[in-house]
């Protein structure tokens, strides 16, 4: 897929409905840095008027394997296969989280990929409050392989 079209998909992501429902914003930094972030309203409260959990998950599902499949490009497969969430404080008013894939990162994956068989990185992120306070911290575990010649 050209660079054109990752961009596109990028934008486009704002409009999922998912991501929309809940606020959810995205803006990429560079190919290898997205801010996110996500402000409390009555979409994604709970019960206790914070921020809802599957919304603080849904905020942070989808970025790590963007940027490794724009930095890897459409020679290999690239898969979300497990995540974890730990909350840690009340998500109160708006919350963010930066994603980032170093391109070192991304070329030592690309690497091993080239070597033969799957590669399965693993990514954190925490995301925080207004104060910098810690709401939860979430794990990404991906699955990279080059594509098999066809």
């Known amino acids: 897929m050209n660079s054109f079209l990752f961009r596109l998909r990028e934008r486009l992501v704002n409009f999922y409905?998912?991501?929309?429902?809940?606020?959810?914003?995205?803006?990429?930094?560079?190919?290898?840095?997205?801010h996110v972030e996500m402000k409390l309203t009555a979409f994604n409260r709970n019960i206790v008027g914070v921020h809802?959990?599957?919304?603080?998950?849904?905020?942070?599902?989808?970025?790590?394997?963007?940027?490794?499949?724009?930095?890897?490009?459409?020679?290999?497969?690239?898969?979300?296969?497990?995540?974890?969430?730990?909350?840690?404080?009340?998500?109160?008013?708006?919350?963010?989280?930066?994603?980032?894939?170093?391109?070192e990162k991304i070329e030592e994956i690309r690497a091993a990929a080239d070597g033969g068989g799957k590669i399965e990185p693993v990514f954190s992120v925490d995301v925080t409050d207004e104060l910098g306070q810690v709401v939860a911290q979430v794990e990404k575990l991906l699955y990279v392989r080059r594509k098999l010649p066809q």
Not at 17 to 31: E, F, H, T
Not at 68 to 92: C, E, H, Q, T
């Open 52 to 103: 809802f959990g599957g919304s603080l998950y849904a905020m942070c599902d989808p970025w790590f394997m963007l940027i490794m499949m724009r930095g890897l490009g459409s020679d290999y497969i690239v898969w979300d296969k497990a995540a974890s969430i730990k909350f840690i404080n009340p998500g109160r008013g708006t919350v963010k989280a930066v994603f980032q894939i170093s391109q």
């Open 17 to 34: 409905p998912p991501l929309l429902g809940a606020g959810i914003r995205s803006r990429n930094v560079d190919q290898y840095t997205i």
